[in-house]
């Protein structure tokens, strides 16, 4: 199937962990995302890459850091993990800067 | 600084009923506009993307129009059918080269329809 997929699909953890989450699209995609979802359900673009450079970086926390080895994948590796950083995470691909996101089914972070 | 806001937060109606959800931002300066779904504990599926230069977009019962002057956007669902029922998000993408790629999501409407 052509598709954004992450893994894992779940991770409970607990504080001052250290934790990756995987993404790969198979699309063809030259640009790939990372979304945060909170509690209240809002979503907020974290990391962009394009070809492999990083173009749009949030005010996100140091701990929060995006390695894309090749355009078809970028993970997001987070450190010292916070109360706070319990949401869901999205990764998202587009075939450029300007057309459709195709997203995937997240993963839903739970820190305890 | 973009704002998207949209309203109802959330809506209910009886099966088979024409509905319109909406959708509002700030700053017209845009490049294009897109809707999507999202249902519980899954990820998001596009559903119309609508350039700033266009007007509307139509694929089977929705209908997405846009206004870039007013700012607004308006998502119309024909004959809603139970399995309508998700949660529905617009998300403006900005202009500018550091912004390029960038969606500004709203908060979404969540959209319940009763058999």
Redesign the interface.
Known sequence: DTA?SQTPKYLVTQMGNDKSIKCEQNLGHD?M?WYKQDS??????MF?Y?NKEL??NETVPNRFSPKSPDKAHLNLHINSLELGDSAVY?C?S?QD??S???????TRLTVT | KQEVTQIPAALSVPEGENLVLNCSFTDSAI??L?W?RQDP??????LL?IQSSQREQTSGRLNASLDKSSGRSTLYIAASQPGDSA?Y?C?V?LRGSS?????I?G??TTLQVKP
């Open positions: 954004v640009t995302y209240k359900k809002f979503l907020k673009i962009s394009n173009i749009i999205f998202a587009s800067r300007v459709p996101l195709h997203f995937g089914n997240g | 490049y294009n897109q999507f504990g899954k990820g998001l599926t596009s993307l949660t998000l998300a993408r912004n390029t790629g960038k969606l999501f908060q979404g």
